[in-house]
């Protein structure tokens, strides 16, 4: 069965350090997204990619990256942790069929930065 | 830009049906979704509303209103298993397909 699985699922880091979440859809998808959930503010787009080599900053892309190199990853890079970096993170894949093309979710990774 | 608002909590009794409303200023209009997400757990998709009017998925039941920017989401017979966060996402005019989403509501089923 077609799966979008996320690694770790569990991160603790400090301050400072470079952190990459790991993002992988069996679904063959075009579409993939990352989101950060936090209490109070719901899903919030972190950065978005429509396929290969192709990536987009979305409402809060700052001290994040992404890198899309083929279809079935889309890892995100924290360039140097912030607490403020401490979160819940998903990712999320779609199709562009034309269709409702809902996003499918990825498990989450839960990202403590001490 | 997208302004979704959406009640931030509901209790409701079990075997009740519960009405979750969700509305939304937006510069274009391309669908709106619904998710239910159990605490801990992803997003799962529900339902989807690109025309006016209610569209119905057994218990679950969506509704849409393009002219007053007005959605709800409709849950019949409620069980215990519906306690969870309901979240209205819209999705981005012009053939795109990035969504903003509310910040959910999150619904506490009684005994």
């Known amino acids: 069965d077609a799966e979008i699985t996320q690694s770790p699922r569990h991160k603790i880091t400090e301050t400072g350090r470079q952190v990459t979440l790991a993002c992988h859809q069996t679904?063959?998808?075009?579409?993939m997204f990352w989101y950060r959930q936090d209490l109070g503010h719901g899903l919030r787009l972190i950065h978005y990619?429509?396929?290969?080599?192709?990536?987009n900053k979305g409402e809060v892309s700052d001290g994040y990256s992404v890198s899309r190199s083929n279809t079935e990853d889309l890892p995100l890079t924290l360039e140097s942790a912030a607490s403020s970096q401490t979160s819940v993170y998903f990712c999320a894949s779609s199709e562009s069929a034309g269709g409702p093309d809902e996003q499918f979710f990825g498990p989450g990774t839960r990202l403590t930065v001490l | 830009g997208q302004n979704i608002d959406q009640p931030t909590e509901m209790t409701a009794t079990e075997g009740a049906i519960v009405q979750i409303n969700c509305t939304y200023q937006t510069s274009g209009f391309n669908g709106l979704f619904w998710y239910q997400q159990h605490a801990g757990e992803a997003p799962t998709f529900l339902s989807y509303n690109v025309l006016d009017g209610l569209e119905e998925k057994g218990r679950f039941s969506s509704f849409l209103s393009r002219s007053k920017g007005y959605s709800y989401l409709l849950l019949k017979e409620l069980q215990m298993k519906d306690s969870a966060s309901y979240l209205c996402?819209?999705?981005?005019?012009?053939?795109?397909?990035?969504?903003?989403f509310g910040t959910g509501t999150k619904l506490q089923v009684i005994p």
């Open positions: 990619s429509y396929g290969v080599q192709d990536t």
């Open positions: 996402a819209v999705r981005d005019p012009g053939g795109y397909q990035k969504v903003t």
């Open positions: 679904w063959n998808h075009n579409n």
